[in-house]
């Protein structure tokens, strides 16, 4: 499929406003591919279609890729141009999960709960059927080389269901929480605090816990993580990102610091945020919408740290070393939220996606 409207396949973008001089000039094309997808199968992109009957996977338009097509013209005088340049930008909503296997619970961990501080998790009430929720998966595997055997009654932390920590029966239409909300123990699925320790059904221990957790969830093993990150927005730190951040990310270096009050994404447009930062740090009133993946793909020591109270609003993986909390660190479910920023709804490049093109591309 490509954009048209009276006659033009040009895109309505103002881009006139982005060129410095008057003899410049640029104009954006696009052509939409509706994706045939079979999530399970070892390539899961079939290919385009256009008509859903005819798709031997989901071709109903869930998911898609766009390719944008920009033509610059310079030194332009008279109705003609002496340089011309042409490039093309491949986005899709297929995102950066969509290789893997991404868990259906709020908090994945392969390291316990630090001594310190709370958590609170509220579970996905459906992830283990119908009616049994999941809180925490975490790891129990005891063969796994770079990761010890997870003690649950390790630090202070409770896990409760969405209508008790948000103390409604519906979600509010901005998923926030309008209020106090927390997982008090008369209320809990599982906490523990002191010597006081209850462990619900919402907590899987797992002896089959993978030991290659990024190759679970972005379908990449760990040695081949450059792969994921070539598909992302590369950060050296967290301190440009805020509510109209969306997408994936990839943060490198020292420091990942979310500052006090900040939101990064928003429930209809989410963000990927990878840390692969020594530190990741959240800071009093932070909140994140979308999925927090912690790796320590690039500093074995790579750690998770929370200060003061902060949410994340979707799900929360890590893959490395869950630090310091010195006040309340909140995981609160939510399905499409998770699903938007793993696997589908989010927008990302393509790998390889760019590229010039011939002008003759009609």
Known sequence: FYYTHDSSTVLPIDTDGL??????????????CVLDLVPDADVPVQGCVTDPATAVGIGDGTYFMVTLLARGEADCAGGSCNAEALVSEQVSNFGAAAGGR??????????????????????NPNAGGVGVPVSVWMNANASCPNGAVIDPSSGSWATCEMNEWYETEAIPDDVACPGNCSCSSSEALSYTEANNHTYGIDLISDTDFPCDLFQFYFGIPRSEYETVKGYSQILSSCDSLGPDSAGIYWVTGSSCQINSNTKVGSP??????ISAATETRLNGGAEI??????????????ELVSTGTNTVYGSVIVDGILGSYNGTFQVVWNENIANKAGTGGGLGSVLGGWSDFHRDWQ
Do not use: R
């Open 289 to 302: 919408y979308g999925t927090l993946f912690i790796t320590d793909v690039e500093d074995s020591a790579a």
């Open 102 to 123: 991404a868990p259906n619970v709020p908090l994945t961990t392969k390291s316990s709960f630090p001594p310190s501080g709370t958590a609170e998790v509220v579970a």
């Open 268 to 273: 209809g447009a989410p963000v990927m945020l």
């Open 19 to 32: 060129v410095d001089g008057t003899t410049e000039q640029v104009a954006v094309e696009a052509l939409l």
